[in-house]
């Protein structure tokens, strides 16, 4: 969700996305250029890669393999289908962002700005257990 805390990344990976928003979000207000940041989660379909744990996990099956499972098999994954992915793309394209006047540092709102700058979760809001998978 736009609304969770991700200003204490716990992970380098997370660390650098977070570091992209807020200098795309600088630069957008720096120069007035509308610019709209899209979080994907877990992106999979045809061509995907093979070290996501949809792929892993049908080769295993197939080859009669063991699965890793990490965390106990408590790990949560929001999974979305690459159509979805390029559908919102779509959508999204043809709505630059735009400066929201009431935006309020004393009451952030972290899907917009006072600069013309926008963020959007692309996932299904449908996270499941890998074990459940």
């Known amino acids: 969700k736009t609304s969770d805390n991700i200003d204490h990344p716990l992970s ?14 600088t ?9 709209t940041g899209l979080r994907f989660f877990t992106v999979y379909g045809p061509w995907g890669r093979p070290d996501m ?3 892993k996990f049908t080769k295993a099956v197939v080859n009669d ?3 890793d499972v990490y965390n106990h098999g ?30 309020s540092g004393a009451n952030p709102d972290p899907r917009s700005s006072y600069a013309p700058y926008k963020v ?11 074990m459940e998978f």
């Open 12 to 25: 380098l990976y997370a660390a650098t996305k977070k570091s992209n928003e807020l200098m795309a979000h």
């Open 27 to 35: 630069y957008s207000h720096l120069y007035n250029l509308p610019t």
């Open 53 to 55: 744990a949809l792929f």
């Open 65 to 67: 393999e063991t699965i």
């Open 74 to 103: 408590n790990m949560m994954r929001d999974f979305t289908y690459v159509d979805d992915i390029v559908e919102a793309i779509s959508r999204l394209i043809q709505k630059p962002a735009q400066p929201n006047t009431e935006w």
């Open 120 to 130: 959007y979760n692309i996932g299904n809001n449908s996270p499941v257990r890998l």
